[in-house]
């Protein structure tokens, strides 16, 4: 099955610091990524859709200006959170699609970064 | 919007017993749904799929059904041990992925 791996898996900032983390999609190309967001004991809950040569659509709530997405090619995408403050500290996710969107396909998912904003 | 909540929260079960764990949905308009598993501060790993158009899904001590008409999910665990505790997720694909609240869950030796 497809592999998707995120760096780093964790990073400790102070606050005001940007921080970027990498997905990649190492068996396949992948037009569309999603980053999810998990705060301590709570469900994943889905940032935004990245989409190559695009703009990322992001979900309600999300800012898009602190969470920069760049979907730069077919095996990687980006989340820079900018400016990080404490609050932002959580668990990203990503995952790839592993078929043609909407068509019943599964999902794989990265290993996760814990992100700690001090 | 799609709502996905799981029932109970937690659960805590002594070695060897059978347990249900439960997903509902709020709308039935699905391509499939998920169910994963996720240790202590670490990523997801794929249990289950099943697809919309199929009824369940066996792999090992797991089996999973879908009720698509009804928005309802179970995951049965056979003969729990240890090694299960952790946190199960199920989540639907409608056609973004929305995951449920979760169940934390205890097999205590």
Redesign the interface.
């Known amino acids: 099955g497809a592999v998707v791996s995120q760096h780093p898996s964790r990073v400790i900032c102070k606050s005001g610091t940007s921080v970027k983390i990498e997905c990649r999609s190492l068996d396949f190309q992948a037009t569309t990524m999603f980053w999810y967001r998990q705060f301590p004991k709570q469900s994943l809950m889905l940032m935004a859709t990245s989409n190559e040569g695009s703009k990322a659509t992001y979900e309600q709530g999300v800012e898009k200006d602190k969470f920069l997405i760049n979907h730069a090619s077919l095996t990687l995408s980006t989340l820079t959170v900018t400016s990080a403050h404490p609050e932002d500290s959580s668990f990203y996710i990503c995952s790839v699609p592993g078929g043609l969107a909407g068509g019943g396909d599964t999902q794989y998912f990265g290993p996760g970064t814990r992100l700690t904003v001090l | 919007k799609q709502e996905v909540t799981q029932i109970p929260a937690a659960l805590s079960v002594p070695e060897g017993e059978n347990l249900v764990l439960n997903c509902s949905f709020t709308d039935s308009a699905i ?2 749904l ?1 169910w ?1 598993r996720q240790d202590p ?4 790993t ?1 249990l289950l ?1 099943i ?2 158009s199929q009824r369940e899904q066996t792999s090992g001590r797991l089996n999973a059904s879908l009720d698509k008409s009804s928005g309802r999910s179970t995951l049965y665990i056979a003969a729990s041990q240890p090694g299960d505790s952790a946190t199960y ?1 199920c ?1 639907v ?1 409608s ?8 169940t934390s869950l205890t097999v205590i030796p």
């Open positions: 391509y499939n998920q994963f501060g670490k990523g997801l794929s799929l697809q919309s997720l989540a694909y056609p973004l992925l929305y995951f449920g609240t979760g």
